[in-house]
Structures are given as structure tokens and as C-alpha cells.
């Protein structure tokens, strides 16, 4: 289905075809990996971020993805303190 003919989602809502794909960086520039997967969890979906072959799991809120650019594939993240390595524990 073309994506001219899907139904027009609410500002800040997003088919999960839309964020698959896309690459993660942070406000400062730094790459961060791409979105492997959206976790759909009640009231708080989860990104699923492949980086340097780890798998990062990042809060889809608007406090922590300040930005999503469907045309650029790019969501920018201004993630809090420790987020990122959490996963190396």
C-alpha cells in the first residue's frame, strides 16, 4: 500500500515502517546505531537500537527522541546520563 493512501496518524505518532531503519544520534552529533525494532509496551514503547553490535533499548518518549525526521530517517536523542551504557552492565 503506498503510503500516500494510509490513514494520517496524530503529530508524534508513527508507523512502525516509518521508524524501523531509521538511524539514532545524539544531540551533540554522535551516532548511536539504528532502530532494529519498536517495542510496543503500554504507555511507553521502547526503540530496539542496534550499535556496534550491541543491542541498545532506548525510551521512545518525547523527553528522550527530541526529534524524529521521517525524510532524513533520523531520530535525534538527548538521552540521560548513563542511558547509553546501561546495556554493558
Known sequence: MPEED????????????QIVGCSV??????????VKDLLLIKNNDILEVMS??????????????????LKKREI?????????EINEI
Open 6 to 17: 494510509l490513514t494520517r496518524l496524530d503529530r508524534g505518532s508513527y508507523y512502525l515502517f
Open 25 to 34: 544520534v545524539t544531540v551533540n552529533g554522535n551516532e548511536v546505531g539504528t
Open 52 to 69: 556496534k553490535g550491541k543491542e541498545i533499548l532506548i525510551p521512545f518518549t518525547e523527553e528522550i527522541c527530541v526529534e524524529v525526521d
Open 76 to 84: 535525534v536523542i538527548d538521552p540521560p546520563e548513563g542511558l547509553l
